[in-house]
């Protein structure tokens, strides 16, 4: 989806040879929510359904999945999350890159890794402990000057954050359906790294006055950086 992921991976008492076969499978999971989803590739199964040349029960079940995320992902942010008000159709790339990058990092839970982080351009899914007595650790940087890191945050689970800076201006009001948004950067923390994906974007498009909607579900923080670089309640 025009982006990198990048791993770092504490296998604990399994070997190398067993890391390294873990991290092949997650990386197979990676390439098939690409072939499912990408909206740059025509015939993937997300643009036929999007062009209406298919079905939802025609297409992958992950696809009824995800979209099912994504309309909870609406109500959760008061429809400031809203992949079916896109231009150009439905488009739930606000959510898939967190879900894809979620489900690599179970594959190497399951396979037995005592800790990992994935990295999926931002949206982060982690387990486990880096070191004892350590939690992963993320900085958000400051938009306005890449190499400061205003603040860094321990991550349980899931840390995801949309901002401006590298991409430009990207994110669609929904309500207007025009290009908008209300801040720099929005992060979000939380169990579920589809849905802080989801809800990053979300606060990206309505600013600060949607950080109390996210902090209201249990288990989920955030942030935002205005349009004036100055950090609001975490």
Not at 108 to 129: K, Q, T, Y
Not at 148 to 163: D, K, N, P, Y
Request: aromatic share 6%; net charge neutral; with cysteine.
């Amino acid at each position: 989806m025009g982006t990198v992921v990048s791993f770092e991976i504490r296998p604990g008492d399994e070997s190398r040879h067993a890391a390294t076969a873990a991290l092949e499978r997650a990386c197979t999971i990676l390439h098939a929510a690409d072939d499912t989803f990408s909206l740059y590739m025509p015939m993937s199964p997300m643009s036929r359904l999007r062009r209406g040349e298919t079905s939802l029960e025609q297409s992958p079940p992950e696809i009824a999945e995800v979209l099912g995320y994504c309309a909870e992902a609406r109500r959760l942010s008061d429809g400031w999350f809203d992949p079916w008000a896109m231009p150009g159709g439905l488009d739930p790339t606000g959510l898939v890159k967190g879900w894809a990058t979620q489900r690599a990092a179970q594959v190497l839970e399951d396979s037995g890794m005592a800790a990992a982080m994935v990295n999926g351009a931002g949206d982060i899914a982690c387990f486990g402990r880096p070191e004892t007595g350590r939690a992963w650790t993320v900085g958000i940087q400051d938009p306005h000057h890449p190499k400061r890191v205003l603040r860094t945050v321990r991550v349980e689970r899931a840390i995801a954050t949309s901002g401006t800076s590298q991409r430009g201006e990207h994110i669609y009001d929904p309500f207007l359906g025009v290009p908008g948004s209300h801040a720099l950067s929005a992060t979000v923390t939380g169990p579920s790294l589809a849905m802080a994906d989801a809800l990053a974007t979300a606060l990206l498009a309505r600013g600060a006055t949607g950080v109390p909607c996210v902090r209201a579900l249990p288990g989920y923080d955030a942030f935002v950086i205005k349009a004036r670089p100055q950090l609001q309640h975490r």
